[in-house]
């Protein structure tokens, strides 16, 4: 007699993470967006020491999340208890993918300011300025679009 056929359970549907406070990701990205004012109009040593703050926070950010970074610290201590519940949550990924695309552009203009690309810096800054701007005014992350848009042509590959 032949053995019946083994039962194949499906793996189960990862289980989202917890949600977040979408004001959090906004008031960080404000904070950012002043720093890297800073860095274009201070130019020189100090912008590169600006910069490295702004580096470090995209580091903390893309490791744990942006409720992680010392601008979500400051957020959720100071600005969340004085307003009112969000109205709803969001998946913290794509604000955690901004992050990360965040440190790939200012962590390049660091390195290269580092040795010597002067130019760098505030191309870098620039660029991470008008993303963080986007986000703290308009609520428009590039970063979590880019996430959303990988994932819409990843499933469509699948």
């Known amino acids: ?24 990701p906004r008031f960080g990205a404000g904070l950012t967006a002043v720093l890297l004012v800073l860095v274009l109009l201070l130019g020189g ?56 695309v965040g440190l790939v552009i200012t962590g390049v203009g660091l390195l290269l300011g580092l040795v010597g690309v002067a130019a760098a810096v505030p191309v870098a800054a620039a660029l991470a300025l008008v993303a963080a701007f986007l986000n703290a005014v308009f609520g428009l992350c590039l970063g979590c679009e880019l996430y959303l848009l990988g994932l819409r042509l990843r499933s469509r590959d699948a």
Do not use: C, H, K, N
Request: zero cysteines; proline letters at 19%.
């Open 1 to 24: 007699m032949a053995a019946p056929d083994p039962v194949v359970v499906p793996p189960a549907p990862p289980v989202p993470p917890r949600g977040i406070d979408p004001r959090g």
């Open 45 to 100: 040593p100090a912008a590169l020491v600006v910069l490295a703050v702004v580096v470090a926070g995209f580091v903390l950010g893309t490791v744990r999340g942006v409720q992680g970074t010392w601008q979500g610290a400051l957020y959720s201590r100071v600005v969340r208890p004085r307003l009112a519940a969000p109205a709803e949550l969001e998946d913290p990924r794509p604000p955690r993918f901004a992050q990360l």
